[in-house]
């Protein structure tokens, strides 16, 4: 028995009433049979989807009642498609088989009984007296019957298919997002890893300059005072820097050592330089007076430059322009990377699942700003960022 809502039982129900409205005149004209196998399909409809064995089994109940009592064909006997038309959309493997195996029975139920029961016990007039009419009239009726019955199990069959077909559609989308949000999660915890060992660098090489400049003030402090208040300074300015980049820290990132220095802002031409050199158009301009950037800060602004102009080589045209623009204001610095796109691009959400843009977001919130990346309109690709001012950082 099939799990059913109470809404798809009540549609059920309330369409074999109808059904049994609609031929309750034309079995009033028989007598009292006709009005109990009337009451048959009906209650064979209401359950069709229910349970599709009780109403194949319902069904086949009022038929035999039928002939056996040699009732004449009635249109109550159009529920017999409704119920086959279920076996093979809502009934299991056994029942769907069985629906088929009914169509066919069924059709040479129903000619046997038409062309001969009928007309020997019924007293009905035969259908010819002449053996090869009759041969003719036998097949007409099966081939009839047999198109009819079949067709409604196969209409079943069909819509068996196609919600089958949805369902493996819905059941692949769900996995495709569970999927994309996997590889979103890793592509974040990778970034996040990468970026904890920048600010390990960072932060182990702040921390060794204030521990050498407050050692030499302590032996300075008494002969040469001025050594010391410079040595003070330079504490000052770096443990500033140093603090900047420690706000960019998350408690759960965990650092894999690298001895392989950190880029920072005068590092974006040798970038630069390089993107060219494999074929790429950059055209950079930089507007507004540098203002003092974090170490931190600095490498997330070469991180986000190099995987910007590193998307547009390999999944943008890489025969038109790429601007690469950084402008300062009193906030900081925005930086705005524009290429051109090919005409088979991703979307904008798979094309950032792919090509590192969860990284790049990453660096950017980890540092107090914002970036957005997104498919402009107009053919091109545009990645924002703004990275904010830190104070006590180096230029």
């Known amino acids: 028995m099939n799990t059913l809502s109470r809404g798809k039982l009540t549609t059920d129900i309330v369409l074999a009433v109808v059904f049994a409205l609609a031929c309750l005149p034309f079995a009033l004209l028989g007598n009292g049979v006709d009005v109990v196998v009337l009451a048959g399909f009906t209650a064979a409809l209401s359950v069709r989807r229910l349970s599709p064995a009780w109403s194949l089994g319902i069904a086949w109940g009022a038929a035999i009642l039928q002939m056996g009592t040699l009732r004449d064909l009635q249109l109550y006997d159009a529920a017999v498609l409704g119920v086959l038309y279920s076996t093979a959309a809502h009934g299991g493997r056994l029942v769907k088989w069985a629906g088929l195996a009914s169509a066919g029975a069924g059709a040479v139920v129903a000619t046997i009984y038409l062309a001969l029961v009928k007309p020997i016990f019924g007293q009905a007039a035969p259908i010819t007296q002449d053996g090869i009419g009759l041969a003719f009239a036998l097949g007409f009726l099966f081939v009839a019957s047999i198109a009819v019955l079949v067709l409604a199990w196969t209409a079943g069959l069909l819509i068996r298919s196609i919600r089958d077909s949805r ?196 660096r950017a919130q980890l540092a107090g700003g914002s970036l957005t990346a997104e498919p402009a309109g107009d053919g091109t690709f545009r990645v924002r960022a703004h990275i904010p001012a830190q104070p006590g950082g180096l230029t």
């Open 167 to 362: 369902e493996v559609r819905r059941r692949e989308d769900a996995a495709n997002r569970e999927r994309a949000l996997v590889e979103y999660r890793y592509a974040v915890e990778q970034e996040r890893n990468r970026i904890a060992r920048d600010m390990h660098d960072v932060v182990a090489h702040s921390l060794a300059v204030v521990i050498a400049q407050a050692d030499g003030a302590r032996f300075a402090a008494r002969t040469r005072p001025e050594a010391a208040v410079g040595a003070l300074e330079t504490i000052s300015h770096v443990a500033r820097g140093a603090l900047g980049d420690v706000r960019v820290l998350l408690a759960e990132l965990r650092h894999d050592e690298s001895g392989s220095p950190q880029p920072v802002l005068d590092d974006l031409d040798g970038l630069i330089d390089r993107v060219r050199a494999a074929g790429l158009d950059v055209r950079y301009a930089e507007t507004g007076d540098r203002l003092a950037l974090g170490t931190g800060h600095q490498i997330a602004v070469y991180r986000i430059a190099q995987e910007s102009l590193t998307n547009a080589l390999r999944h943008g045209d890489a025969g038109a322009p790429v601007d690469l623009r950084l402008a300062w204001d009193g906030a900081g610095v925005d930086l705005e990377i524009v290429n051109a796109m090919r005409a088979d691009a991703a979307t904008a959400e798979s094309h950032g699942l792919r090509h590192g843009l969860p990284g790049m977001r990453e």
